[in-house]
T-cell receptor, first 112, second 112 residues
Framework: GENVEQHPSTLSVQEGDSAVIKCTYSDSASNYFPWYKQELGKGPQLIIDIRSNVGEKKDQRIAVTLNKTAKHFSLHITETQPEDSAVYFCAASTEGNNRLAFGKGNQVVVIP | NAGVTQTPKFQVLKTGQSMTLQCAQDMNHNSMYWYRQDPGMGLRLIYYSASEGTTDKGEVPNGYNVSRLNKREFSLRLESAAPSQTSVYFC???????????FGNGTRLTVT
């Protein structure tokens, strides 16, 4: 089955700087790549997703890039703010598959 | 719009006791899922239901049973709780294949 790995496991950034989290996946048939943000005591919440027919997608300060050849995708957060501190999960799935494979998560800490 | 509602929020069980975790969604989603989250392990799929009337095993189904009661409700049962089942349990729903998951806020279960 699909195997998704996230790097680094913990990331500390100064407020206002950018944060980048990278995920790699193993199944070349995967074509849907969502990112989730989990705040303390809450369930994960979708923040952005990308499908394999595009290479980049942006939503305000958040962007996701996809490199299908190298089988990796990255989350970019610009102008980080304290409220961006959370655990971020990447995931991947294939067409016709109801099951998302999740990475183990990245703890992002924004230092004021 | 409540989204995905899980009950209870917290539970303490003794080894060997049984309990049912309840989940309901009001988004008319076809698919529902149960995950467990443990430190350093990310989100692991226990069971899922692609549509009303169907259920399938995920990565870690041993020790659990599920019931898709109707389109809205998907319950998870522990017949004989074990300390290894101490975890945070999340229910999620989605429209179906390659669609975003919507998570509840979790049930924190401790088995002593």
């Amino acid at each position: 089955g699909e195997n998704v790995e996230q790097h680094p496991s913990t990331l500390s950034v100064q407020e206002g700087d950018s944060a980048v989290i990278k995920c790699t996946y193993s199944d070349s048939a995967s074509n849907y790549f969502p990112w989730y943000k989990q705040e303390l005591g809450k369930g994960p919440q979708l923040i952005i997703d990308i499908r394999s027919n595009v290479g980049e997608k942006k939503d305000q300060r958040i962007a996701v890039t996809l490199n299908k050849t190298a089988k990796h995708f990255s989350l970019h957060i610009t102008e980080t703010q304290p409220e961006d501190s959370a655990v971020y999960f990447c995931a991947a799935s294939t067409e016709g598959n109801n099951r998302l494979a999740f990475g183990k998560g990245n703890q992002v800490v924004v230092i004021p | 719009n409540a989204g995905v509602t899980q009950t209870p929020k917290f539970q303490v069980l003794k080894t060997g006791q049984s309990m049912t975790l309840q989940c309901a969604q009001d988004m008319n989603h076809n698919s529902m899922y149960w995950y467990r989250q443990d430190p350093g392990m990310g989100l692991r799929l226990i069971y899922y239901s692609a549509s009303e009337g169907t259920t399938d095993k995920g990565e870690v189904p041993n020790g659990y049973n599920v019931s898709r009661l109707n389109k809205r409700e998907f319950s998870l049962r522990l017949e004989s709780a074990a300390p290894s089942q101490t975890s945070v349990y999340f229910c999620a729903s989605s429209q179906g294949n390659n669609s975003p998951l919507h998570f509840g806020n979790g049930t924190r279960l401790t088995v002593t």
